[in-house]
């Protein structure tokens, strides 16, 4: 039997812009019925319930949102979040490529990518994109349990051949074989798609980049993820490592890897040139505000970068960032902004980790939307969970203030329920205590 779900749903028609808390692009249907079509998708929105043919679920005064969109994140890092003490280089090389070596046994990278998955489910996340580990192992049991669960995952084999551990490092023959039989065996299975996953340019002699770079010309529609100037000795040591290039954004750029596919991790420290290439190439900036406050790397200058016309999501980076939880993220990417005197609306938020991903990455026609016809990939939150929670949002005299509280108190502990293409995949296991 089909299903319907009646909820308060939110969504955007638009883009609500930063600091417009009445923005017409908000989509805000109160005691709605979402109804899910056999395909998965979701087939109608409507005020009236529907007839006896539908199974109808009742999450009267829920919010039901898009599924969150996580664009950067790292499956074999659970292992290491919440790893004290270090700034970004030590951090990779004390706790990071020693647990990425772990995945070298399938057995290792099977379960951690099952156990990966369902977190994501838990935390709200139902489309993410991805860093295994330079493993094929560790893409292929990605992919398998995104494609278990119909979660949307975008990923691809780490490439690493140089300036990392005996067992980390690959070569360009091999890699390049293996990315071409990944790309071959997963890209558009389903509803995987691959990325070629240059770790950073200090990991990648130059003529691994250009092979990336040949990757993406025989592969339209192929994506493309890395991180780029997250952090000023990883800037500086990038500087010394490629003398002739403009910047660090430039090494990417050189070699081919910048389109409207390309997301790149962090971008704090850029400058204008860097965010005009960024705009001009439909790449995109993945804000890891948890990340960068965890790991001491800087503050995002999302103002300018937006200001620039350059696409900004949102990403927990897991495990240099702290939570799984896009709401923490947001919050985390409020405070961030806020340091530059910017104050970013609920509404900003929210559209950036749904329908802001989803079109920066070409695909907001199946995600971040509640619009027929999209996946029905969607999370059904408690406003508030907890004595302070429920006292502040009773206090709360508009939708805005309501849900920024949400945005701001909330966590994994307010999600009910998640549904991937149209099926229930979490469940909270019991109810919050008051
Ligand atoms: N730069 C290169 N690798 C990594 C990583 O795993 N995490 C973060 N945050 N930055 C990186
Ligand atoms: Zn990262």
Redesign the pocket.
């Known amino acids: 039997m089909k299903t319907a779900i009646l909820a308060d749903l939110l969504d955007f028609t638009g883009d609500p812009g930063l600091d417009d808390l009445d923005s017409p692009a908000v989509r805000w249907r109160p005691d709605h019925w979402l109804l899910i079509g056999d395909d998965g998708c979701i087939a109608a929105v409507q005020p009236e319930a529907p007839g006896d043919a539908w199974h109808q679920i009742d999450h009267s005064g829920r919010l039901l949102l898009p599924g969150f969109i996580d664009t950067?994140v790292?499956c074999p890092?659970v292992d290491v979040i919440a790893s004290w003490g270090t700034e970004?280089l030590d951090?990779?090389n004390t706790y990071?490529f020693p647990a990425?070596a772990r995945h070298a046994d399938p057995a290792v990278a099977r379960a951690a990518a099952d156990l990966f998955a369902d977190a994501l489910l838990a935390h709200g996340s139902t489309t993410a994109v991805v860093?295994p580990t330079v493993h094929v192992a560790s893409v292929d049991a990605l992919f398998e349990a995104a494609s278990a669960r119909g979660m949307q995952v975008i990923a691809g084999k780490v490439l690493m051949d140089r300036h990392a551990p005996d067992n980390l490092r690959d070569d360009v023959a091999g890699a390049e074989a293996d990315c071409r039989a990944l790309i071959d065996r997963w890209h558009g299975r389903g509803r995987n798609l691959y990325a070629v996953t240059p770790?950073?340019a200090?990991?990648s002699t130059p003529e691994q980049l250009a092979m990336a770079g040949r990757l993406l010309a025989d592969h339209p529609g192929v994506y493309m993820q890395?991180?780029v100037a997250?952090?000023r000795a990883?800037v500086a040591w990038i500087a010394e490592l490629f003398p002739d290039a403009r910047s660090y954004l430039d090494v990417y750029a050189r070699h081919g890897l910048l389109n409207e596919r390309a997301v790149l991790?962090?971008g704090i420290w850029l400058d204008d040139t860097d965010r005009a290439l960024l705009h001009g190439t439909g790449a995109q900036i993945a804000f890891?505000p948890s990340?960068n406050l965890f790991?001491g790397?800087g503050l995002f200058g999302g103002q300018q970068a937006v200001a620039a016309g350059v696409h900004v999501s949102m990403a927990s980076?897991v495990?240099?960032?702290t939570s799984l939880s896009m709401l923490r993220t947001l919050l985390d990417g409020y405070k961030v902004q806020a340091m530059a005197g910017n104050r970013l609306t609920a509404w900003a938020l929210l559209h950036a980790a749904t329908r802001g991903a989803a079109q920066a990455l070409r695909l907001g026609d199946a995600v971040g939307t509640l619009e027929p016809g999209a996946m029905a990939d969607m999370c059904l939150w408690d406003v508030a969970v907890g004595p302070v929670a429920r006292r502040r949002d009773a206090l709360a005299r508009e939708l805005h203030e309501r849900l920024f509280a949400w945005v701001t108190l909330g966590d994994e502990r307010n999600l009910a329920e998640t549904w991937v293409g149209g099926v229930r995949r979490y469940q909270r296991p019991t109810s919050p205590s008051a």
């Open positions: 950067h790292h890092q970004l951090w990779l990071t990425e860093f770790r950073f200090a990991t890395t991180h997250e952090n990883e991790a962090h890891c990340s790991l790397s980076d495990g240099g960032g």
